[in-house]
């Protein structure tokens, strides 16, 4: 118990660093997923053959590959230098913006076209249609999915841990290479499991709160 008080300031460091790149990744990367969306949608064919690569992109490599590239190999092709927690905002924010496209995608397209008509045909314009009966709609249909990409951010965030940013995961190998005692891992292992709980928690209290809506609606 002496030893886990004694590590437990590291810890807590390490969970306050984890706690920041989960946040400002969610700042960065839920509102770009939105305008990638409607460029997967775009009639352009540059606009949308641009976003379908971004998305092919980032969907379609490994989040740990990209952020060696971004913190070790950019440096070397551009004058672009980013310190090690920058670059891991960076790498975050634009590849979770890429999963969030998709899902915007998927929850606009699942509504019907139909009613995008019914809008105009009774004097909505676009942006109206798009505000007031298609957004609440698609907010509704893709809280699930966001709520588990949320809760899969929390434990990649363990992987900053590459480029040496002290987040919960390193601080707690720190520990346990220095003392030689695993004991750091549990509870660590406890702390990410307690993170995750509460986001769980919050999602299924999101999915009631808007299907409720849904229902009254109906």
């Not at 634009?94 to 915007?104: C, K, P, R, S, V």
Request: glycine share 4%; proline share 6%.
């Amino acid at each position: 118990m002496d030893y886990l008080f004694r590590i437990l300031p590291a810890l807590i460091g390490g969970t306050v660093e984890s706690l920041k790149i989960f946040a400002l990744t969610l700042v960065f990367s839920l509102p770009l997923g939105l305008p990638v969306a409607f460029g997967v949608m775009s009639r352009s064919w540059p606009v949308r053959a641009f976003s379908n690569i971004y998305v092919l992109l980032f969907r379609g490599t490994p989040l740990l590959l990209q952020l060696y590239f971004v913190y070790y190999a950019l440096p070397l092709f551009t004058p672009i230098r980013l310190d090690r927690f920058t670059s891991a905002i960076f790498t975050f924010a634009l590849n979770y913006a890429a999963y969030f496209a998709e899902i915007y995608r998927a929850g606009i397209q699942s509504i019907d076209a139909g009613q995008s008509e019914a809008c105009v045909s009774l004097g909505f314009s676009k942006t109206q249609a798009l505000r007031l009966i298609i957004f609440p709609q698609v907010i509704q249909r893709v809280i699930p999915p966001v709520s588990n990409e949320v809760i899969t951010l929390v434990k990649d965030t363990a992987l900053v841990a590459a480029i040496a940013v002290p987040e919960l995961l390193k601080s707690a190998r720190d520990a346990a290479n220095r003392d030689v005692n695993p004991s750091s891992f549990i509870v660590a292992a406890c702390v990410y499991l307690a993170l995750t709980s509460v986001l769980t928690v919050l999602s299924r209290m999101l999915e009631k709160r808007f299907s409720r809506h849904e229902r009254e609606a109906r």
